[in-house]
Structure formats: C-alpha cells, structure tokens
C-alpha cells in the first residue's frame, strides 16, 4: 500500500514538473520571439541565449538554432554557414526539423544556392502536412531561386486578401519580381506600397535600401 503511493506520488511530480518546465519553455519562447522580431534587438537576443538557465530548458541544439535565427536576421553569413554545420549532424524532433529546413530554403533560396534550396524544399514537401506552408516554401523557391515573374499575377492576388505584415511580404515579393522582369518603375511602386505594412519591421531599413538602389533586390 505505501509502495504503492510512493509510486501515485512521484508520477505526480513528474507531471507537476513536465508542465512546469513545458510553461517555463514556452514563456521564454515568447520573451526571446519578441526581443528578436518586435523590438529588433538580435545583440540582447544573442545575450539572453548565454544564460545558462536555458540549458535547463532547451537542449544544445535547439539553443543553437534560436541562435540560427539572429544570425539569418544580421545576414551573418559566416556564423549561419558554421551553425548549418554543426546543426546538420544533430537529431531534432519532426516539428524542429521542418522549422530548421525552413530557415535553410529560406537561406539558400536568397544566396541563390539551388542545390541546397531544393534540398530543404523536398525535405519540406515529403515531411509537411500543412499545404499551406508547403504552398509558401514554394513560392519562397520558386520566388528567390527560379525568379519566376509569372509568380506576380499570383501574389498579387493574394496580397489583395491579405492585411498587415504578410501583406507589405507579399507586395516586397512582387517588387523583386518586377525588377527581374525588367520593370524598376512597378518595383519602385510595389516597395513603397510594401513599406507602409512594414514600417514598424526589420524589412523596413531593407526596403528603404532598395528604394534607394533598385539593384538591392537582387540582394534582399
């Protein structure tokens, strides 16, 4: 009989401290997501992820691969190429996985890297449920990669559905793809129609960028 609470008792804690450390993990995951992405400060992001409390959270890799993050955001080519590296020889969950090869197609679709693109994207297709997000790591390929400017008509109607950040996205997309369809006068339009659902993001310093150098939209 007391064995046997013994046993009810610790299973108790046991889940008592998995939903701890569960709550514990997704609250520092909303502290570091907005440090990054809203207040644009990937230097204090960077520093948060030396506390040596996360390790009691997180494994190793997946400290390194919030750290992939800040280096995607700073364009730290050198430091993203090592963490691809080091991130390629280690085990992750499925849901990690698939995060890690959309920052890959992402990466490599933008350095124009087809070989390694199409990689993350069959890795994508073949591992992914969500058709939608399977829909837009295409558009990513098909976007940065093949440079494909029948994709404009596409995503112009799709931004017409769309409203805030996700909007200003699509409508930067659509100018990249005028400029590669020779076409800077619509691209000029699209970025500055870009830049008002993007005002308050780090595309914004980029935008400005291209506006002032059309040419930058090979680059971003």
Request: a positive charge.
């Amino acid at each position: 009989m007391i064995r046997n609470l013994y046993l009810i008792l610790v299973l108790i804690l046991t889940v008592l401290a998995v939903m701890t450390l569960e709550k514990l993990r997704y609250r520092s995951s909303r502290t570091l997501d907005e440090i990054l992405y809203v207040k644009n400060n990937p230097d204090l992001y960077l520093r948060v992820l030396q506390n040596r409390w996360l390790r009691l959270l997180y494994s190793d890799s997946t400290i390194e691969n919030y750290r992939l993050n800040a280096y995607l955001m700073t364009g730290n080519q050198k430091k993203t190429e090592d963490t691809f590296k080091y991130l390629d020889t280690k085990k992750f969950s499925k849901g990690e996985a698939l995060d890690y090869n959309m920052k890959k197609l992402s990466y490599y679709a933008l350095h124009n890297n087809r070989e390694k693109a199409k990689e993350a994207l069959d890795y994508i297709d073949r591992n992914l449920k969500d058709e939608s997000l399977k829909e837009e790591s295409r558009l990513i390929y098909g976007i940065y990669v093949l440079k494909d400017t029948k994709l404009i008509k596409k995503l112009d109607a799709m931004a017409s559905e769309q409203t805030g950040q996700v909007k200003g996205l699509s409508l930067f997309r659509i100018a990249k793809l005028y400029h590669f369809d020779s076409n800077d006068r619509k691209a000029e339009e699209y970025l500055n129609r870009a830049l008002k659902y993007l005002e308050k993001t780090a595309y914004k310093a980029q935008i400005i960028d291209c506006l002032n150098d059309l040419k930058k939209l090979e680059d971003y």
